[in-house]
Each structure stands twice: as C-alpha cells, then as structure tokens.
C-alpha cells in the first residue's frame, strides 16, 4: 500500500460513523430525522467535518431528502430533548476539534492525550466513533512515519483496534491487517485480513447508492480480500524479516566525543587536585541551589516539574513507579498496576464466569511429564494383576507420579510413539500452551475397562492423576494422541516479538545504576558513593530511598576519576525523555499503541472462546441424543416380548419437533435439531447453523429409517471431533493469552517511570556547572596569590639596595609572577586548543615509538613461543605478483595460480630483497609439514573458514586494526595469513608459506593433534587480537556463544544460578543423530540437537541447599553470533549407509531459537562450509558458493564442482567422507 499523508487519512475519512456510543444506532444514508439541524449536531457524518464542502453539500441534500425519512428510536420531532445530551456534544465537538488541532500541527503527543483524557472520563465504550478513528488514524500515520520496522509494526497492530470500533465504512482496518500480514509473511493475518475486508464490503453493499469515496473504499476492500485469498492459498512461512537490535554507533560516537575534548582533561585535572573532603562535599547537592538553576534554565515550567519530582520522593520515599498514561494514576507495585489496567482500562478479556476456562499444566504434572520414564505397560499383564493380587499392587512404590513395579511390554512401536508424545507434551509446557484438559483427557481414555477394571480399582493402584497411565494405551490409542498433539501450535505468528523488540529499544535507554539519597531534611540529594570509588555495574531496579545522616560519605575514600566519565556521558535518549516534558507523555504514542494491541487480543481470545463454548454445546446436545438412544435400549430390555421397538432415528425425529420452538438460552432447541440433522446426515463436521429450520426437520423425517448402529456411530464420530476441536480450541485460547500477557508486560515496562532517569542529565549539567565554577574560582585564586607575592616581594625589598643588578631581579621576578598569572589565565580560556595541540604530539610521539619498538626486537632460536617476534620491516616483504580468481569460484581469496614464469619471476625479485635468507629458511618448513596428518586437516580448516561470507567481510571491514606486535609467535603467523586473506587476493608462492608458518608455530605452542577440530580450537585460541582494544575480539564477536544454563527443580523449586560460558558452538555424537532420525523421520535437526540436549540432566545441589534429584536443563544464550559451529565425533568405523543417514540428517538450514531460549523465533543459520574426513584419513573442504557444492583437497587447485545437497550426501556416502565440522552462517531476517 502507498504511504498515506495526514492530510490524506483526513480526506479518505469513511462516512456511516455516529457520534453515538459504540453499540448505537448507526445513521447511514437511507436514514433522516428531524429536526435536521438536531442531526448535524449530533450526528455528523464524518465527511461533514472531515470532507471538501461539494461532499458536505450531498449529504445535506441526502439528509434533506423526505423519500428516505424513515422513524428513529432515538430521536423525533416530537422527542423531548435532555439538555445534558447538548451539552456532551457539544463538548465532543470541541475536544475532537483539538485533537484534530494537534495533530494537524504535528504534535500527536498532544492528541492522543485528548482522546485518552476523553477515554478515561467517559470509559472507551461509551465516546463517539470519531475518537476511535483519530486514534487509529494517528497511529497509522506513526507506523507510516516510523523507521524501524518493528516500531512500525507495534503502531499498526495498535491502530487495527480503533479503526474497528469505529465502525466506518472504511478500508483503513483491513489495510492495516493486510500490511501486518506483508510484514510477517503470517497467515494468520492474511486470514484476518480477508474477514475484515468482506466484512466492510457487506456493510457497503447494504448501504445502497454509494457515492465516489464508498466506491473507492470498495475497490480497496476488493482488492485487499483478494490479495489475502491468493497468499493464503501460495502458503506463508510466517517469518518477519527485521533487522537485529542495534545502536546508532554515529550518535553514540557524537554524544561520547565530549570526553576527548578540553573539558575532560580540564575537569580530571582539577578532580585530580581537589582533597578529598572536598570530592565528598561535591557529591552533596544542594536541593535548593538546583532549584535555582533549573528556574533559570527553565522557568516557571522547570519549577514546576523539579517540586513535582521533589515532593513525589519525599512523600513516597521512591524513584521509581508505574504511571497510566490514560488516568494518569501512579503505582508503586506492579501487581496493582497490572491489576488497574486489566479491571479499569480493557487488558483482560471480561467472562461472566470462569467455569470452561482453559489451564496451563501446573509444575507438579510438567514434572512428572519430565521425569518420567515413558516405557509401553503390558495392559493385559497388569490388569490381571490388579484383579488377583490386587493388594501387592497397592504397594508399588512411586515416585513423582512414576512406578517402575507395572510389567513392561517388549513393544518398539509404542515405545516411539510414547517418546514422540512427551517430546511433544515438552514443547507444549515449554511454549505454555500445555492445558490441563488436553493432558487430563490423555489420562482418562479407558482402556483398563476393557479388561473388566472399575475406576475405583485404579484409583486403588494409584493410576490417577499421573501421566504413566497413558503407557497403558495401544498404538491406535496413541496414535491418536501424538496426531493431536502435532496438530496443536506451539507458537503464534501474530509479531508479538516484535512489540517485544520494539518495547526493549526504548526502554533499554532508560536504566538507572545510580542510587540517590537525600539527607534527613531533604536539602541535599546524596549521589551514589560508588561513583567515587569507580564504575557502577548493577542496575538499580528498586529505586528506594533512605534517608541517611550528613555523613554519608564518611568511610569512602574516593579512587580514581570515573566521576568525571559520568558527568560527560551522556546516554542515547530519545529527546522526548528530556525534562522537564510532562511523565505522561513518555512513550505515550507506542504506550496507548500497545494497550489498543491488547484490546485487540482480547478481542481475539473472546472470539476464540465463543467458538469453544458453541463446540461445548454441541457437544452437550450430543450427550442429550446419545442418552435418548441409551433410554430406548433400557426401555427394550424391560418392555413385554412383542412390543415393537422404536428406531434411534425416529425416537430423535420426534424430540426435534418437541424442542424446535426452544429458543431460550444455548444449548437449546435449534441447536438440538441442527445436530441431530448431522447425525442423519453422518456429517464429518459439525455445522452450527442451517438456514431453514423446517427444511431440516423435513430431512430428519426422511431419515427415520438409518439403523441403530449408523446413528450411534454417527455420533461417536461427532463427539470425537468437537471433543478435539475444543482441545484444540483451548491451546489456541492459551495461545492468545500467551500473547496478551507478552504484550502486557511490556505495556508494564512502558509504563515504569524513574525520576532518576528524568533528571540525570539535568543533575549531570548542573554538577558540571558546579565543578567549572570550582576551576574557575581556583584559577582566579591563584592569579590572586602570584599578585600577593608580587607585592610582598617588593615590600621586603631593601631601600639600601638600589642598583642596576636589583632592579633588573626585581623585573624578572615581575616577569616571573605575570607569567603565572597569564598561565593561569590561558588555562582557563585556551585548554582546549592546548589540549588538541598534545593529543597530536602524543599520537605522533606514540607512533614513533612503536615502530621503534618493533624494528629492534630479533628473532633467537632460544627465546620462548610466547616472545618470538619477527625482525622484518615491511619494506622487506617481496613483490609477489597478484593471483586472478578461477571460474568455479570468483570470489575465492585463496586461488593460488600455477604459472611456472611468474613463479621464477617471484624468486628473482626475493633474491634482490633484505631479508632473504629469513625468508628461505621459513619456506623449508611447509614443504616438511606439507605430507603430514595435521598440515592435511589444518589446510582445510582453514579453507572451510575462509570460506565464510561474513568472516571475510568482517575482516576486510577491520583490515587496517591488525596489531603490529603480536606476543609469540602463534598470533604473528595467524596474523599474516589472515592479513593476506583479508587482502582479497594472495600473493602467488605465499599460500604454502603461510599455511607452514602458522603450523610450524601451532607445533611449536603446544603438541598438535590432526583432528580437525581440535585445530580449530587452537585457531580460535590463538587469534590475534586488534589493535585497538576498544573493538571487540574477532572471535568473540564471529564464534563465541554466551550461554548460561537454567535448572528449575521439579521437587524442592530452586532456581539455582550458574555463571555464563563461553563456547565455539556444540559438539554431538554422529550416531546419535542418526539412531533418533530413523525414530523420528522427519524430524529436523535442531530438534534433534534438542532432544539430544535433554538427556543432559544437572542435580539439585544439596550442597547449597538443594534436594539432589535430577532435572532437565535449559540453554539461554545472551546473543546470535555471526557463526554457529557444529562438531560431529564419529567412531571411525562407519559404514557407507550410516554414513549417508548421518549426513542426510544434516539439514542445510537451522533454527537455533529451537534449540536455545532467549531468541527470537525463527533465527534461521545456513550451512555455508563444512570439514570432512575420508576412510583414509584425508582431509576435504566442502563450501557453498553461487548455489553450488565445490569440494577442495589439499592441493591448491584441486577443487571439483559437486552440486547441490543431494549430491552432497551421494558424495559423502561414495567417497566415505565424513563431516566432522560444520559452519552455519546467520541469516539475514531479509533473506529469509
């Protein structure tokens, strides 16, 4: 869709919208009531004050129009008129009016405080439509304006909703949807899309005539329906294509760059001087004098807000609290809060009862799903033990719901499908959408009554409430369930993440460390004392404050000047957040957007739950019918012989024409009559509602004839499926819920308000205006003194001596005490020229030095790997010639061309160069090393790395941030080859000379081993870090995973914290990937990993206090780096079949938010280059590049074109190559 201006959204307004409540009557075009002048009042049409004047004169004329006067049951010509009702229109008119006002002058912060002001006096539901469509349209025009895509899907998500309660004939809704859809490439939306748009289009159609503007809304509506219906029929992978969270590194470099001027040396130098006293009474702020400054600053204005922050912490004794942009009300817990806008502002769906509400498993049953043991029961075995030894079975011991005294059955298909199921039932309480009815219907399927065992005897066993009675069932059983469970969604593509994202930028700006105090009398704000000692790591989320004594400071003794640092750092803050701007309008725009998301959802989860009760229904008429039919087999069984019996489908015929003119609440007669027409009719589905009763009670009497035995199971069938449609229907409530609460947190975190963060940077300006002042008065002191020992100097001075040579002492100590007073003076005035002047003779100074430094450090044959250096200036490097790149790969960096000419050409020029016999010496040792295991397995690991898309980028990127001195020899080597890499082509002859170097120094450091992946670790080890420390190591940022683990006991409920590692990525047994992809089929290979991971279990540690049993971990990883790296060990013995199954298994895309927490859904790697080992321990490089396989051996140029992944697999299988390293590349949100 086109962008749409303001003024546009104006003139696009639809028309059909009343000024009345939501609810009302709603005027359209057939309808006119008089007095006329009471309707334009009262009800305008928005085109009346939103359209050009030729459309406002057609709808006075269609207004004024007596063939289409009809009556209205709210007013008349004859209606008596309550005054109140005037006087509330007229004071809509006049706030819309200043909404409008607002925003046409660009200050939506202003309108949407007018509507919101308006929603809370009157309550959302009862304002005129025009407000629900100024807020949409606002919000539209945000999402229109905002840069960031996951911004600008919070504002649509949030400008659906009001356009909805409009109830405009407009397109603006479905638009919005259809946008959304675009965004997330989500069916889900799609769908919504297409049902709001035929929803407008059937209001269009029952207005009539409809004028330009309808006809073009129309169109719109047409359009966007069919759009919908296409995608939805193409399929959509519901993946959003946005960017990763990322910080503007230019304005974060703008605002940074004041610590680097005048100021800075200035400020530490005079910090530097000051006693310590003096530091500690500087961190005293004077209430009053900041008062007095701000008034300056600010005015009456700044007043205002500064008493406001002041009398709020006094009063409340807190920082920090939550603030309701619509009622403005202030909170200081949390659960309260939520609480207000859940019961006074719509951010909960509203039920008039709680009875079928769906639940989440409680941890008890997930724990027993957990742990349990999930071994097939030998039904037959244990029935018959409980009715013969019914009393030994009352024994069996169990433990967390599990006993492992029941007889198992040697059965391995049942076994699978029981694995499937609590793989299944693991997501689901992972996701949060395990209800307790879906598990509780598993547990209650009675296959023991088969075997003639009451429920009261399985409740003497202890088979109640546990997940093991689910064992118990058959393979059709169980089919069954695992066939709903993979039916039931673990996820909703409805871009909640997004929100999420969109919320964590703008709050991720607004932390608080510091912590600030007052004194007792509340003169004096108290800065946090760690600010004298040093850094201030933690985040202050309590923002509590104490009252403490005037010497707060006494036992800290100030270290260092990172006092200085806070004062000159100034955060990356929306200017919005500045004081001193009212609180409430703070993220005011995406807060309101955001809260409109949530009535939207629970407009979803009421939608959701409507259908779940008419299945409910449904059901229970079924019950009714099959009791009908279970009356007529008891009647049988009593009747006298002879009497004839009545047939189900007639005894159900003839209950229809006694319900059919139940119309009361459902379930009622309609409904009844409406099933049992599908019984008859052996639907496969239920249908809730026919269009002509009669006609089907005539289909029911045509059926009287259906045998017993169809009827009842037509109805077994029926029952079956509402009874999954309603399973069914409870997860995707849960789901909804799911959302709703992600949305309301962050809606919470919106909401929290620090008054730290509001004055920060006023308190940070006004301490640096209190620290110059200190500089300045102590240069003016000093001028003072050199004056007064000017003068004292000329009092002492003798009247006898006079003379030539004390006269001319007493010029030079007058010339002496000036220049130190003009010293003084220049400090004050010129420090920053001063300043600039030494930083550019440090930098030349410091330049200098290092590359003295380098040019003197030699190379000995018995110094240590760790201070090796190289004594070779960089004029002594040869001229080798450039290598062009081959055909198969043009963007290879490593082709290394075979041109004997060139190569003679080559060692003439080294001949002529300094350094020769250095360089030969050096190139001895790859010809050694060339027919060795490791040389092999070290050149393709190499290769495999070089040949990663963003490792080369980044290192291109960072070229020039090498470091020139490296410590030992091992970064030196590793140095120059990636120098060269980076470099885009490599000097032809060098290519062995580096890959030797970097071995004969790997040798050298530590015993070298030829497994590939063991040399990868030493790589990443030993790489050279850049020159200036400030960039983050090229390692950490391309290869490090930071992952901490999380283990929540199932028993005792510690939640113990263990410290964030550090790793390259995974490492997994190949055959054990390949045994659980023959069990599982077509499982994917980050849920294979997965379920691998969780035979990973971790004790509760007794200890710190812990109960010792053992629970299930789970990876959280902090961050998605660039590469993700698997290592595959094999036991060296496999054969070609196991070898194609293993590699087959490895699926050329991964999603590893399956495999980790604490990503976003769908974070999507792609395999770009692997290592594998052949049957003869022969090293292979296998890269992808311009959709193709291409697979290198040690040679240079012996590469060969393989093809894609099929062929791949047929390769490993055929030349017995198995991939022992794995490199996945992160795939941009764009690409997907």
């Given at each position: 869709?086109?962008?749409?201006?303001r003024?546009?959204?104006f003139?696009?307004?639809p028309?059909?919208?009343?000024?009345l409540?939501?609810?009302?009557?709603v005027?359209t075009k057939k309808?006119k009531?008089q007095p006329?002048a009471v309707?334009?009042?009262?009800f305008?049409r928005?085109?009346s004050y939103?359209l050009?004047?030729a459309?406002?004169e057609k709808?006075?004329?269609?207004?004024r129009?007596p063939?289409?006067e009809?009556?209205?049951?709210?007013l008349?010509s004859?209606?008596?008129m309550?005054?109140s009702i005037?006087e509330t229109?007229?004071?809509?008119?006049?706030?819309?009016?200043?909404a409008?006002d607002?925003?046409?002058q660009?200050?939506?912060?202003?309108?949407l405080?007018v509507i919101?002001?308006?929603?809370s006096k009157?309550g959302?539901?009862?304002?005129p439509?025009m407000?629900?469509?100024?807020q949409g349209?606002i919000?539209?025009?945000l999402?229109?304006r905002?840069?960031k895509?996951?911004?600008?899907?919070?504002?649509?998500l949030?400008?659906?909703e009001?356009?909805t309660?409009?109830?405009?004939?407009?397109?603006f809704s479905?638009?919005a949807?259809l946008?959304?859809?675009?965004?997330l490439?989500?069916?889900?939306?799609y769908k919504k899309?297409?049902k709001e748009?035929?929803?407008r289009l059937s209001?269009l159609?029952?207005?009539?005539e409809l004028?330009?503007a309808d006809?073009?809304?129309?169109?719109t509506?047409?359009n966007i329906?069919?759009?919908?219906e296409?995608k939805?029929l193409h399929?959509?992978?519901?993946?959003?294509?946005v960017?990763?969270?990322?910080e503007?590194k230019?304005?974060?470099?703008?605002?940074?760059?004041?610590?680097?001027?005048a100021a800075?040396k200035?400020?530490r130098s005079?910090w530097?001087?000051?006693s310590?006293?003096?530091?500690?009474n500087?961190m005293?702020?004077?209430?009053?004098k900041?008062?007095?400054?701000v008034?300056?600053l600010?005015?009456e204005e700044?007043?205002?807000?500064?008493?406001e922050v002041l009398?709020?912490t006094r009063?409340?004794?807190?920082?920090?609290?939550w603030?309701c942009r619509t009622?403005?009300r202030?909170f200081?817990?949390?659960k309260?809060f939520?609480n207000?806008?859940e019961q006074?502002?719509?951010a909960k769906?509203k039920?008039a009862?709680?009875?079928?509400?769906?639940e989440m498993?409680?941890?008890?049953l997930?724990?027993?799903i957990?742990?349990?043991?999930?071994e097939p029961?030998?039904?037959v075995a244990a029935?018959?033990?409980?009715?013969?030894?019914?009393e030994?079975?009352?024994?069996?011991?169990y433990?967390?719901?599990?006993s492992k005294?029941?007889p198992?059955?040697e059965d391995?298909?049942r076994?699978n499908l029981?694995?499937?199921i609590?793989y299944?039932l693991v997501?689901?309480?992972e996701?949060k959408?395990l209800?307790?009815?879906?598990?509780?219907?598993?547990m209650?399927?009675?296959?023991l009554a088969?075997f003639e065992?009451?429920e009261?005897l399985?409740?003497e066993?202890g088979?109640?409430g546990?997940?093991?009675r689910?064992?118990?069932?058959?393979?059709?059983?169980?089919k069954?369930?695992r066939d709903?469970?993979?039916l039931?969604k673990?996820e909703?593509d409805?871009g909640?993440d997004?929100v999420?994202?969109?919320v964590e930028?703008?709050c991720?700006?607004?932390?608080?460390?510091?912590?600030?105090e007052?004194?007792e009398?509340?003169?004096?704000?108290l800065l946090?004392?760690?600010?004298?000692r040093g850094?201030?790591?933690?985040?202050?989320?309590?923002g509590?404050?104490d009252?403490?004594?005037?010497?707060?400071y006494a036992k800290t003794?100030?270290?260092?000047?990172d006092?200085?640092?806070?004062?000159?750092d100034y955060?990356?803050?929306?200017?919005?957040?500045?004081?001193?701007?009212?609180a409430?309008a703070h993220?005011?725009d995406?807060?309101v957007?955001?809260?409109?998301?949530?009535h939207?959802?629970c407009?979803?989860w009421?939608t959701k739950?409507a259908?779940k009760l008419?299945?409910l229904?449904?059901?229970?008429v079924?019950?009714d019918?099959?009791?009908?039919c279970?009356?007529?087999d008891?009647r049988r069984r009593?009747a006298?012989e002879?009497?004839?019996n009545v047939?189900?489908?007639?005894?159900?015929g003839d209950r229809c024409e006694?319900?059919k003119t139940?119309?009361?609440?459902?379930?009622n007669g309609?409904?009844?009559?409406?099933?049992?027409?599908d019984?008859?009719e052996r639907?496969?589905?239920?249908?809730?509602e026919f269009d002509?009763?009669?006609?089907?009670?005539?289909l029911?009497h045509g059926?009287k004839d259906l045998?017993d035995?169809t009827v009842?199971e037509?109805?077994?069938?029926l029952k079956?499926?509402?009874t999954?449609?309603?399973?069914?229907?409870?997860s995707?409530?849960?789901l909804?819920e799911k959302s709703?609460i992600s949305?309301?947190?962050?809606?919470?975190?919106?909401?929290a308000?620090?008054?730290r963060?509001?004055i920060?940077?006023?308190?940070?300006?006004?301490?640096?205006?209190?620290?110059?002042?200190?500089?300045?008065?102590?240069?003016?002191?000093?001028?003072a003194a050199?004056?007064?020992d000017?003068?004292?100097?000329e009092?002492q001075?003798?009247?006898?001596?006079?003379g030539?040579k004390?006269k001319?002492?007493?010029?030079?100590k007058?010339e002496l005490?000036?220049?130190?007073?003009m010293?003084?003076?220049?400090?004050?005035?010129?420090?920053?020229?001063?300043?600039?002047?030494s930083e550019k003779?440090?930098?030349?100074?410091?330049s200098?030095?290092?590359?003295?430094?380098r040019?003197?450090?030699?190379k000995?044959?018995?110094s240590t790997?760790?201070d090796?250096e190289?004594?070779v200036?960089?004029?002594?490097?040869?001229?080798?010639?450039l290598?062009e790149e081959d055909?198969?790969?043009p963007?290879?960096?490593l082709?290394?061309a075979?041109n004997?000419d060139?190569?003679?050409?080559t060692?003439?020029?080294?001949?002529?160069?300094?350094g020769?016999?250095?360089?030969s010496?050096?190139?001895?040792s790859?010809l050694?090393a060339?027919?060795?295991?490791c040389?092999?397995a070290?050149d393709m690991t190499?290769?495999?790395?070089?040949?990663?898309?963003?490792l080369k980028e980044?290192?291109?990127?960072n070229?020039?941030?090498f470091?020139d001195?490296q410590?030992?020899?091992?970064?030196y080597?590793l140095?120059?080859?990636?120098?060269?890499f980076a470099?885009?082509?490599?000097?032809e002859?060098?290519?062995s000379y580096?890959?030797?170097?970097?071995l004969?120094?790997?040798?050298?450091?530590?015993?070298?081993?030829s497994?590939a992946?063991e040399?990868?670790v030493s790589?990443?080890?030993?790489?050279?870090?850049?020159?200036?420390p400030d960039?983050?190591?090229c390692?950490?940022?391309?290869?490090t995973?930071e992952?901490?683990?999380r283990?929540?006991?199932?028993?005792c409920?510690?939640?113990?914290n263990?410290?964030?590692?550090?790793s390259y990525g995974?490492?997994?047994?190949a055959?054990?990937i390949?045994d659980?992809?023959?069990a599982?089929?077509?499982m994917?290979?980050e849920d294979?990993?997965?379920?691998i991971?969780?035979?990973?279990?971790?004790?509760?540690?007794a200890k710190?206090?812990?109960?010792?049993k053992t629970?299930f971990v789970?990876?959280?990883?902090?961050?998605?780096p660039p590469?993700?790296?698997?290592v595959?060990?094999?036991?060296?013995?496999?054969t070609?079949k196991?070898?194609?199954?293993t590699t087959?298994?490895?699926h050329r895309?991964?999603d590893?938010?399956?495999?980790?927490?604490g990503m976003?859904?769908?974070t999507?790697?792609r395999?770009?280059s692997m290592?594998?080992c052949s049957?003869?321990e022969e090293y292979?490089?296998?890269?992808?590049?311009?959709n193709?396989?291409v697979?290198?051996?040690?040679?240079?140029?012996a590469?060969?074109?393989?093809?894609?992944?099929t062929?791949?697999v047929r390769?490993?299988?055929?030349?017995k190559v198995r991939?022992?390293?794995?490199?996945?590349e992160?795939?941009?949100?764009?690409?997907?």
């Amino acid at each position: 869709m086109d962008n749409i201006s303001r003024k546009e959204l104006f003139q696009k307004t639809p028309r059909g919208s009343s000024l009345l409540s939501r609810g009302s009557h709603v005027m359209t075009k057939k309808e006119k009531v008089q007095p006329f002048a009471v309707i334009l009042f009262f009800f305008p049409r928005k085109e009346s004050y939103l359209l050009p004047e030729a459309t406002k004169e057609k709808t006075l004329r269609i207004a004024r129009n007596p063939e289409r006067e009809e009556s209205f049951p709210l007013l008349s010509s004859s209606s008596t008129m309550d005054p109140s009702i005037f006087e509330t229109a007229e004071e809509d008119a006049r706030l819309e009016k200043i909404a409008k006002d607002h925003f046409a002058q660009g200050n939506h912060i202003k309108a949407l405080e007018v509507i919101e002001d308006a929603f809370s006096k009157r309550g959302k539901d009862n304002v005129p439509g025009m407000f629900h469509y100024l807020q949409g349209s606002i919000l539209y025009h945000l999402a229109k304006r905002a840069k960031k895509s996951d911004v600008t899907f919070a504002f649509l998500l949030g400008c659906v909703e009001p356009f909805t309660d409009d109830f405009g004939l407009h397109a603006f809704s479905a638009r919005a949807l259809l946008e959304m859809a675009k965004q997330l490439d989500s069916e889900l939306y799609y769908k919504k899309a297409e049902k709001e748009a035929e929803l407008r289009l059937s209001l269009l159609e029952s207005c009539g005539e409809l004028d330009p503007a309808d006809l073009e809304a129309q169109r719109t509506l047409a359009n966007i329906s069919n759009e919908a219906e296409l995608k939805i029929l193409h399929g959509c992978t519901g993946k959003s294509p946005v960017p990763a969270l990322e910080e503007s590194k230019e304005a974060r470099g703008m605002i940074m760059s004041d610590s680097n001027k005048a100021a800075d040396k200035r400020l530490r130098s005079q910090w530097a001087s000051m006693s310590v006293e003096a530091k500690k009474n500087f961190m005293k702020v004077s209430v009053s004098k900041l008062r007095g400054y701000v008034e300056r600053l600010y005015g009456e204005e700044g007043k205002k807000a500064l008493d406001e922050v002041l009398d709020s912490t006094r009063i409340d004794k807190k920082w920090r609290f939550w603030l309701c942009r619509t009622c403005s009300r202030k909170f200081f817990y949390v659960k309260k809060f939520r609480n207000h806008l859940e019961q006074e502002h719509g951010a909960k769906f509203k039920r008039a009862t709680a009875k079928n509400m769906p639940e989440m498993v409680n941890e008890a049953l997930a724990g027993m799903i957990l742990d349990g043991g999930w071994e097939p029961v030998d039904a037959v075995a244990a029935a018959d033990m409980i009715k013969t030894r019914l009393e030994s079975v009352k024994e069996f011991v169990y433990e967390e719901g599990w006993s492992k005294d029941w007889p198992l059955a040697e059965d391995e298909e049942r076994s699978n499908l029981l694995k499937q199921i609590q793989y299944h039932l693991v997501l689901l309480w992972e996701s949060k959408v395990l209800c307790f009815t879906t598990l509780e219907w598993m547990m209650e399927l009675p296959i023991l009554a088969r075997f003639e065992v009451t429920e009261s005897l399985i409740a003497e066993c202890g088979l109640v409430g546990t997940p093991q009675r689910i064992c118990f069932w058959d393979c059709h059983e169980l089919k069954r369930i695992r066939d709903l469970l993979k039916l039931t969604k673990f996820e909703r593509d409805d871009g909640t993440d997004l929100v999420c994202r969109a919320v964590e930028r703008l709050c991720g700006r607004t932390g608080v460390k510091e912590k600030i105090e007052f004194d007792e009398q509340f003169s004096f704000m108290l800065l946090d004392k760690r600010l004298l000692r040093g850094k201030i790591d933690p985040f202050d989320d309590e923002g509590t404050i104490d009252a403490c004594k005037h010497d707060y400071y006494a036992k800290t003794q100030p270290q260092g000047d990172d006092i200085i640092t806070w004062l000159l750092d100034y955060p990356l803050i929306d200017g919005s957040f500045e004081f001193p701007r009212s609180a409430r309008a703070h993220n005011l725009d995406i807060w309101v957007a955001i809260l409109r998301a949530i009535h939207y959802t629970c407009r979803d989860w009421g939608t959701k739950y409507a259908r779940k009760l008419e299945n409910l229904y449904y059901d229970k008429v079924l019950t009714d019918a099959k009791n009908l039919c279970t009356r007529e087999d008891e009647r049988r069984r009593t009747a006298p012989e002879g009497e004839a019996n009545v047939a189900y489908a007639s005894l159900l015929g003839d209950r229809c024409e006694e319900l059919k003119t139940d119309n009361g609440d459902p379930p009622n007669g309609r409904n009844f009559v409406f099933a049992v027409r599908d019984v008859l009719e052996r639907a496969p589905d239920p249908t809730f509602e026919f269009d002509d009763l009669e006609a089907s009670l005539d289909l029911i009497h045509g059926l009287k004839d259906l045998s017993d035995g169809t009827v009842l199971e037509s109805i077994d069938h029926l029952k079956s499926v509402v009874t999954d449609k309603v399973l069914l229907a409870d997860s995707k409530i849960l789901l909804v819920e799911k959302s709703r609460i992600s949305l309301l947190n962050e809606l919470t975190r919106l909401s929290a308000f620090d008054y730290r963060s509001y004055i920060r940077n006023l308190l940070r300006r006004f301490m640096r205006n209190e620290l110059n002042e200190i500089v300045k008065m102590d240069a003016l002191a000093k001028v003072a003194a050199a004056e007064a020992d000017l003068l004292s100097s000329e009092k002492q001075e003798k009247e006898k001596k006079s003379g030539s040579k004390s006269k001319k002492r007493g010029v030079i100590k007058d010339e002496l005490n000036e220049i130190v007073k003009m010293d003084v003076l220049a400090k004050v005035a010129a420090a920053e020229a001063d300043l600039l002047s030494s930083e550019k003779q440090e930098k030349e100074k410091k330049s200098g030095s290092k590359n003295k430094k380098r040019g003197v450090i030699k190379k000995t044959s018995t110094s240590t790997s760790a201070d090796i250096e190289q004594n070779v200036e960089p004029e002594s490097s040869p001229p080798l010639k450039l290598v062009e790149e081959d055909c198969i790969e043009p963007e290879d960096t490593l082709n290394i061309a075979s041109n004997t000419d060139n190569q003679e050409e080559t060692a003439k020029d080294m001949q002529n160069k300094p350094g020769e016999d250095l360089l030969s010496k050096h190139m001895e040792s790859p010809l050694v090393a060339a027919a060795t295991k490791c040389n092999l397995a070290l050149d393709m690991t190499l290769k495999a790395l070089c040949k990663i898309k963003v490792l080369k980028e980044y290192l291109v990127l960072n070229q020039d941030e090498f470091a020139d001195n490296q410590e030992g020899q091992v970064p030196y080597a590793l140095r120059d080859f990636f120098t060269a890499f980076a470099s885009k082509t490599i000097k032809e002859g060098m290519y062995s000379y580096l890959l030797g170097n970097v071995l004969a120094s790997l040798e050298e450091a530590r015993s070298m081993s030829s497994d590939a992946a063991e040399l990868l670790v030493s790589i990443l080890e030993f790489w050279p870090c850049w020159r200036t420390p400030d960039i983050e190591s090229c390692v950490t940022h391309i290869f490090t995973l930071e992952e901490y683990e999380r283990m929540s006991c199932s028993k005792c409920r510690k939640n113990p914290n263990y410290p964030e590692q550090s790793s390259y990525g995974v490492v997994v047994a190949a055959d054990s990937i390949r045994d659980l992809k023959r069990a599982f089929g077509k499982m994917k290979l980050e849920d294979i990993l997965k379920l691998i991971r969780m035979e990973y279990k971790m004790l509760c540690d007794a200890k710190t206090e812990g109960c010792g049993k053992t629970n299930f971990v789970h990876h959280i990883i902090s961050r998605c780096p660039p590469i993700f790296t698997i290592v595959l060990k094999w036991e060296k013995n496999e054969t070609e079949k196991e070898i194609h199954e293993t590699t087959k298994a490895l699926h050329r895309e991964i999603d590893i938010s399956r495999l980790y927490e604490g990503m976003e859904p769908n974070t999507t790697y792609r395999l770009v280059s692997m290592v594998g080992c052949s049957e003869e321990e022969e090293y292979i490089c296998l890269s992808f590049k311009k959709n193709l396989w291409v697979s290198y051996r040690h040679e240079a140029l012996a590469k060969k074109a393989v093809g894609g992944w099929t062929n791949v697999v047929r390769f490993c299988e055929k030349m017995k190559v198995r991939p022992e390293i794995l490199f996945y590349e992160a795939v941009p949100k764009l690409d997907q």
